[in-house]
C-alpha cells in the first residue's frame, strides 16, 4: 500500500505539479482533464487545477487577479468548454470544468437543486421557468424579457449558478470572434439533457467527493468541505463511513486518499 510519500510523488506526477510536466498543447489539456476527471481554473485546493499545471509566467507579473492566468495558455479553459465539457461553478462559486463521468455524477445532485431552489424563492422559480420555456438565453435577452435591471439578474443566477441549478458560458457577439462577450444563461437539464439518473442525490455527492479524492490522489481531509456548494449534503459521518466501507483511507497527519 502506498505511503504518504509515494501517494505525495503520484500527486506531483499525475496533477503535473511540476515544471518538466507541463502542458505543452490543448489536446494535452484536454487528455489531462479526461485522465483527472475535473478541473479547477486556478489552483486554490488539492483539486487539480489548469493553470498550475501549464507552468507559465503571468500575463502580467506583480498585477492581481486576470493577470496572474497564463501569458498564452489562458484561453485554453474556455477552449475546453467550446469543445463540449462543461464549466460549472459548482466549487463554492469558482470555475470548475469537468469531463463526462463527473457530469453524470453531478446530474442527480443539479437536477435535485432545480427542484429545491424553484421552491425555494420565487425570483429563481421565475428565473429558472424562463429558462424552461425560453431554452438557453443571452443574459441581456433574460434581463429583458423579465424586465429586471442587471444588478437583479445577476442577483438571482449568482446562487443558482453555485448550486449547479443554472450554467452559464462565454459566447462571443459577433461571428469574427472579436467583439464583446456576454454570458448564455441555461439550466442544468438544458446543457446536460437525457434521462435523469436515477440515483440518490446524496449518494451522488459522495462519489462525487471520491472523484474529487482521486482526482488529487491525496488530499487534506479538513479541505474535503470545502470542495463543493451543498454543505446539506455533508453529514458528520461521511468521511467515516467511507473509510469503513474502504472507499477512502486515512493517511497520516489528517490526509486522506481513494480506498
Known sequence: MESAADLSARRAFECRLT???ALES??????????????????DCALPSLYEACHEDPYRPGSPGFATWPATKWPWFGQLADRGYLVTAVHRGKNLLVASDVAALLDPICRAEITRMRAADPGWAR????????????????????????????????????CGAVVSRSVEMTSAGAGPQTRELA?????????PADA???QSFAELLLAGVRAAVIAPERELRRWFSWPWYWTGSLVDDLVGAGRLRRIGAGQVAAG
Open 19 to 21: 515544471a518538466d510536466r
Open 26 to 43: 490543448l489536446d494535452e489539456a484536454e487528455a489531462f482533464l479526461h485522465a483527472r476527471g475535473l478541473l479547477t481554473r486556478t489552483a
Open 127 to 162: 428565473l429558472l421557468d424562463h429558462l424552461a420555456a425560453a431554452g438557453p438565453s443571452l443574459a441581456e435577452e433574460v434581463r429583458a424579457e423579465l424586465r429586471i435591471k442587471r444588478q437583479e439578474l445577476t442577483a438571482l443566477r449568482a446562487p443558482l449558478e453555485r
Open 187 to 195: 439550466r442544468w437539464d438544458q446543457v446536460y439533457p437525457g434521462p
Open 200 to 202: 440518490d442525490p446524496g
